[in-house]
Nanobody, 120 residues
Framework: QVQLVESGGGLVQAGGSLRLSCTASGLPFSAYAMGWFRQAPGKEREFVAGITSSGGRRFYTDSVKGRFTISRDNYKSTVFLQMNSLKPEDTAVYYC?????????????WGQGTQVTVSS
């Protein structure tokens, strides 16, 4: 049974930082591209950041470039999202996902999500 478990969400003031983690089990982690997505209330789920299976390429949506960093540790089957200079508009439920392409919504597996709330 495949499981993706996110952690690290919470409440932070604008300008602050959070580090999200997503640990996978039940799948060959190093064979999968990983992505972070988010969904704000009343909005569609959107791509945030992605990383290829080897970690050699990283992708970001424009609104988080220079503020967020995605990384992965294939030995620990974990993907991270370091979020700095957080803004109220970053408030959303953040999901990690595993699939063949790290940037699309067409993913093979999804985590349950972790809430990130940024206060102004």
């Amino acid at each position: 049974q495949v499981q993706l478990v996110e952690s690290g969400g919470g409440l932070v003031q604008a300008g602050g930082s959070l580090r999200l983690s997503c640990t996978a089990s039940g799948l060959p982690f190093s064979a999968y591209a990983m992505g972070w997505f988010r969904q704000a209330p009343g909005k569609e789920r959107e791509f945030v950041a992605g990383i290829t299976s080897s970690g050699g390429r990283r992708f970001y949506t424009d609104s988080v470039k220079g503020r967020f960093t995605i990384s992965r540790d294939n030995y620990k089957s974990t993907v991270f999202l370091q979020m700095n200079s957080l803004k109220p508009e970053d408030t959303a439920v953040y999901y990690c996902a595993a699939g063949q392409s790290p940037t699309t919504l067409n993913q093979d597996y999804w985590g349950q999500g972790t809430q990130v709330t940024v206060s102004s």
